[in-house]
């Protein structure tokens, strides 16, 4: 089973400094119908004005894992990690027991454009933790790059789930596809760009959510997805 989530069917927030789309229910935006998908909690596609950022803040029991599209976003928390996203980076921070952390776009021209994805960890009270690696266009393209992950393997991001996250670049007529599973289930973000999945077009900020249904992309303009692939 198929079921669409268009890009404009989600929640908008316009704060003038930040213009934020949210997949599922999110601050001020509340939708019952769009809680979450399975673990999956929040996929927010952000937009940050020159010179402006989230202000301190705190989180507790999330992975929060970010995806940078296009600029570049400064990073500082509680644990004392300072870093600078850029396009192809991908950052995982486990909340656990509490972080306080703050994003600030440095650039005095150019806005900075990112999903910021919330996944609900396996258990509370985990310990705090960071990590950040950069993938290339080259290792995405016409191919299901794993970027995050459960277990930590082929060099992707650790999450606190089940969970396995892929990357995929797609320009006209590349192809790439998942295998149904039992009790998995397929989450299909498009950031950019446009494709077909299983026949349907989808276009940039459009979703898709499958259930027990073999998964097949093909891309129509040059694009960028994210598949969730989720117990």
Not at 131 to 160: C, F, M, P, W
Not at 166 to 181: D, H, I, N
Not at 191 to 214: F, I, M, P
Request: glycine share 8%.
């Amino acid at each position: 089973m198929l079921t669409l989530r268009r890009a404009d069917d989600r929640g908008h927030a316009d704060h003038g400094w930040l213009n934020s789309y949210h997949t599922f229910s999110f601050a001020n935006y509340y939708d019952p119908n769009h809680m979450g998908f399975h673990n999956l909690r929040v996929i927010n596609e952000d937009r940050v004005a020159p010179k402006q950022g989230f202000g301190s803040h705190s989180h507790r029991d999330m992975e929060i894992v970010t995806y940078v599209l296009e600029g570049a976003l400064e990073h500082q928390d509680s644990l004392g990690n300072r870093a600078v996203m850029r396009p192809g980076e991908v950052q995982r921070m486990t909340a656990g027991t509490g972080v306080t952390h703050s994003e600030y776009n440095q650039s005095d021209r150019h806005p900075v454009h990112f999903l910021q994805i919330w996944i609900l960890p396996e258990q509370k009270n985990l310990e705090p933790g960071y990590e950040q690696k950069a993938y290339s266009e080259s290792e995405k393209r016409g191919n299901l790059r794993l970027i995050a992950s459960q277990d930590g393997r082929e060099r992707s991001v650790t999450v606190h789930q089940d969970l396995n996250l892929y990357a995929t670049v797609l320009g006209e007529g590349e192809k790439v596809s998942l295998g149904a599973r039992d009790n998995r289930h397929f989450w299909v973000q498009v950031a950019r760009g446009a494709v077909l999945l299983n026949g349907e077009w989808l276009n940039q900020g459009d979703a898709a959510a499958l259930d027990s249904e073999t998964l097949e992309l093909v891309g129509k303009k040059d694009a960028e997805v994210l598949v969730f692939d989720l117990a």
